[in-house]
T-cell receptor, first 114, second 111 residues
Framework: GENVEQHPSTLSVQEGDSAVIKCTYS??????FPWYKQELGKRPQLIID?????GEKKDQRIAVTLNKTAKHFSLHITETQPEDSAVYFC?????????????FGQGTILTVHP | DTAVSQTPKYLVTQMGNDKSIKCEQN?????MYWYKQDSKKFLKIMFS???????INETVPNRFSPKSPDKAHLNLHINSLELGDSAVYFC??????????FGEGSWLTVV
């Protein structure tokens, strides 16, 4: 089955800096890669996603890049703000018989210091 | 207005008890899920139903039994609760099998 590795496990940045979180996946058939943000005590919420036919996608201060050959994808947050502090999860799905099965990374605790 | 709603939000119960968590979605999605988030925040799928049919059943003790009376509801019943069952249980739904919308979570504490 799919295995998703996420790094780093914790990330601390100053307000205004950029933050990058990286994930690798094992199943070359995976074709959908979402990123979720989970604030303390809240549900995971989708912030951006990318499909395997696209190499990069951007939405305001966040962007995701995908390298299918190397089987890794990354989340980039620019001009970080304290409200970006949360746990971020990458995930992968879509390979073969894994319909609807999102495999999540271990999560990254992002702290943005004012 | 809540798209995916689950009850109860908090549940504290003793070992050995049986409990249920209910979930309803009003998004018209065909697929519903139960995910478990442990104390280390790791999110793992437990079950998935598509139009009331079980399509994903991960390695979960058979004390956990999902039930989907219709495609808008997916309940989770847990028998003989153990300390290790303490976690946050998230219900979720999807229309395309990829983009998943989570409910607010049910915090289960077994004492």
């Amino acid at each position: 089955g799919e295995n998703v590795e996420q790094h780093p496990s914790t990330l601390s940045v100053q307000e205004g800096d950029s933050a990058v979180i990286k994930c690798t996946y094992s199943d070359s058939a995976s074709n959908y890669f979402p990123w979720y943000k989970q604030e303390l005590g809240k549900r995971p919420q989708l912030i951006i996603d990318i499909r395997s036919n696209v190499g990069e996608k951007k939405d305001q201060r966040i962007a995701v890049t995908l390298n299918k050959t190397a089987k890794h994808f990354s989340l980039h947050i620019t001009e970080t703000q304290p409200e970006d502090s949360a746990v971020y999860f990458c995930a992968a799905s879509g390979g073969g018989t894994s319909y609807g099965k999102l495999t999540f990374g271990q999560g990254t605790i992002l702290t943005v210091h004012p | 207005d809540t798209a995916v709603s689950q009850t109860p939000k908090y549940l504290v119960t003793q070992m050995g008890n049986d409990k249920s968590i209910k979930c309803e979605q009003n998004l018209g999605h065909d697929t519903m899920y139960w995910y478990k988030q442990d104390s280390k925040k790791f999110l793992k799928i437990m079950f998935s139903y598509n139009n009331k049919e079980l399509i994903i059943n991960e390695t979960v003790p058979n004390r956990f039994s999902p039930k989907s009376p219709d495609k808008a509801h997916l309940n989770l019943h847990i028998n003989s609760l153990e300390l290790g069952d303490s976690a946050v249980y998230f219900c979720a739904s999807s229309t395309d099998g990829n983009t998943i919308y989570f409910g607010e979570g049910s915090w289960l504490t077994v004492v």
